[in-house]
């Protein structure tokens, strides 16, 4: 443990709760006591309770990749097979909840997050999309209002990937996964919409395996970001705190247990989880 990465591991134990996957990814805790995840190249979403084993929640899933709660608590999707988000109502049915903008199909959503007033971001990368199969030309992030209208909060982003907000909503932060490593910033307004957008962190590496991917901060606005050689740990100023390594290369993370204070990391073909000092943000809810 390095003498920076102390000031937030309560220990470097890494705990594995479950493998034989594919590839993981879409963490999120359930506020009743269980994880979920997904397992993308089975389209499969799965449930494991602390102590449990891994229960299918959805099958055929749709590619299914980030996941959320809106303020009812009702799951969100990025189904990235079939280009659309998709949630699931309190009657367990699966509705759409967006797949196009401005009329045209959506690229592939990828990961989102909410924000309190009940606004959805969600990134919507166009790089496994064949050319003539694009419909909107660009890659961005999109939001959707809890009318149901969207708007692009973000154009012409090289790969969005994930994305998180700070602790009192202020920043938008986005990883791009591409040749520019890094996460970037933006200022948020009051109506969703965002400015300033700045390179945050160089996550440029010359480690052999991981990207940029998913993230999520904690209550004192450090930022956790899978990426090359582990989850990479920024402070609230962007300075890097060190790599927090595991068994396998993270794609993403989340908090949960009883206090938050738990995270769980989806690493390739398992998922494992490590005790934090700080409690992280919660997904918001009504």
């Not at 909840?97 to 007033?117: A, C, H, M, T, Y």
């Not at 934090?276 to 809810?285: L, S, V």
Request: charged share 25%; aromatic share 10%; net charge negative.
């Amino acid at each position: 443990m390095t003498e920076r990465l102390s000031e937030v591991l309560e220990s470097d134990d890494v705990e594995r709760l479950a493998t034989d996957f594919v590839f993981t990814e879409g963490p999120l805790w359930h506020p009743d006591g269980y994880w979920l995840f997904v397992d993308i190249r089975r389209s499969l979403i799965f449930r494991i309770a602390p102590g449990g084993e891994p229960e299918v929640e959805r099958d055929n899933s749709g590619g299914s990749n980030g996941l959320t709660f809106d303020l009812q608590g009702r799951l969100i999707m990025c189904e990235g097979d079939n280009r659309r988000l998709t949630r699931r109502e309190d009657d367990g049915l699966i509705s759409v909840f967006v797949d196009q903008w401005e009329g045209k199909k959506l690229n592939r959503p990828n990961d989102l997050v909410g924000r309190s007033d009940g606004m959805v971001y969600f990134t919507n990368p166009n790089g496994r999309i064949a050319p003539e199969d694009r419909e909107i030309d660009f890659a961005g992030v999109h939001a959707v209002r809890p009318d149901g209208s969207q708007f692009v909060a973000i154009r012409d982003f090289e790969y969005p990937n994930g994305l998180v907000f700070s602790p009192d909503e202020s920043v938008l932060y986005v990883a791009n996964t591409r040749e520019s490593k890094h996460i970037e910033a933006f200022d948020v307004a009051m109506d969703g919409t965002v400015s300033n957008g700045r390179v945050w962190a160089d996550m440029s590496s010359d480690e052999p395996d991981g990207v940029p991917d998913g993230m999520k901060v904690d209550v004192e606005g450090r930022v956790y970001c899978t990426g090359p050689g582990g989850c990479w740990v920024f402070d609230s100023d962007g300075s890097n705190m060190g790599i927090i390594r595991l068994p396998e290369i993270p794609a993403n993370v989340a908090w949960g247990g009883p206090d938050h204070r738990t995270m769980l990391f989806t690493a390739r073909t398992s998922i494992y989880t490590m005790r934090m000092t700080t409690e992280g943000t919660r997904t918001p809810t009504s």
